[in-house]
Antibody
Framework: EVQLLGSGGGLVQLGGSLRLSCAAS????????MSWVRQAPGKGLEWVSRISGSGGAKYYADSVKGRFTISRDNSENTLYLQMDSLRADDTAVYFC????????????????WGKGATVTVSS | EIVMTQSPATLSVSPGERATLSCRASQSVSSNFAWYQQKPGQAPRLLIYGASTRATGIPARFSGSGSGTEFTLTISSLQSEDFAVYYC?????????FGGGTKVEIK
């Protein structure tokens, strides 16, 4: 069974840092692009960042560019999101998601989603 | 950035009835388009990709159509478990953008 287990959420001060992790199982992790999507309380979905299967191609939404860093460890089947200089509007549930189809690093949809990690930025 | 506009914002439907949800893109996204369902407190679930292909395990009562800028999700006969929020999404250009959602509620 394909599973994504996100962790690392919590309460952080304005300007602080947090690192989210997403442990993957049940599929050939390095063959698939991965993404982070967030949802602010009571709001819609925002695709924050994505990374190719090899880790060589990374994309960021303008709202997080220069502050967030996506990475992956294919030997550990784990996806990461390092979040620095956090702002109040970064408060959200962060979902990790698997891209599909295999080997596609640009035109891909998100076929499996993790449960989400809650990040709260307080002043 | 491509803007995705969903309508209506809320759709009130009786169980067993048909529901039709619409999504418009501000520019062509070809068929690089998906629909997701989200229930309260849960992660989104992929329903449709490639504008019209049902994802694994999705019942046949869900169907998608359209290409370019106009897309439709049809639920042929609403079941109790279908009452949820539905999001459209384009993945033709980065950043992939989502619509604001359509809430399907019980009439």
């Amino acid at each position: 069974e394909v599973q994504l287990l996100g962790s690392g959420g919590g309460l952080v001060q304005l300007g602080g840092s947090l690192r989210l992790s997403c442990a993957a199982s049940g599929f050939s992790f390095s063959s698939y692009a991965m993404s982070w999507v967030r949802q602010a309380p009571g709001k819609g979905l925002e695709w924050v960042s994505r990374i190719s299967g090899s880790g060589g191609a990374k994309y960021y939404a303008d709202s997080v560019k220069g502050r967030f860093t996506i990475s992956r460890d294919n030997s550990e089947n784990t996806l990461y999101l390092q979040m620095d200089s956090l702002r109040a509007d970064d408060t959200a549930v962060y979902f990790c998601a698997k891209g599909s189809p295999a080997g596609e690093d640009y035109y891909y949809y998100l076929d499996v989603w993790g449960k989400g990690a809650t990040v709260t930025v307080s002043s | 950035e491509i803007v995705m506009t969903q309508s209506p914002a809320t759709l009130s439907v009786s169980p067993g009835e048909r529901a039709t949800l619409s999504c418009r893109a501000s520019q062509s996204v070809s068929s690089n388009f998906a629909w997701y369902q989200q229930k309260p407190g849960q992660a989104p679930r992929l329903l449709i990709y490639g504008a019209s292909t049902r994802a694994t395990g999705i019942p046949a009562r869900f169907s998608g159509s359209g290409s370019g800028t106009e897309f439709t999700l049809t639920i042929s006969s609403l079941q109790s478990e279908d009452f949820a929020v539905y999001y459209c999404q384009q993945y033709n250009n980065w950043p992939g953008t989502f619509g604001g959602g359509t809430k399907v509620e019980i009439k």
